[in-house]
């Protein structure tokens, strides 16, 4: 992204009160072990995708967080 991460621009979502209801699932190329997707769930993402994965794993992915 040009102007911000991912990261930042999940943290601004949850700082602002109109939108910070959505719920929010980020996917990135880093490995599931960074600490970029520990910030990230402390930051307010329901999960966490490592690219590549497949249709059916993005669709289980956004059903379950729908649900929760």
Known sequence: MPRMDGLIALQCLKKDPVISYLKVVMYSAVSNDSPFWAAAMEAGALCCLQTPFDMKTL????????RS
């Open 59 to 66: 669709l289980t992915t956004v059903e379950r967080c729908l």
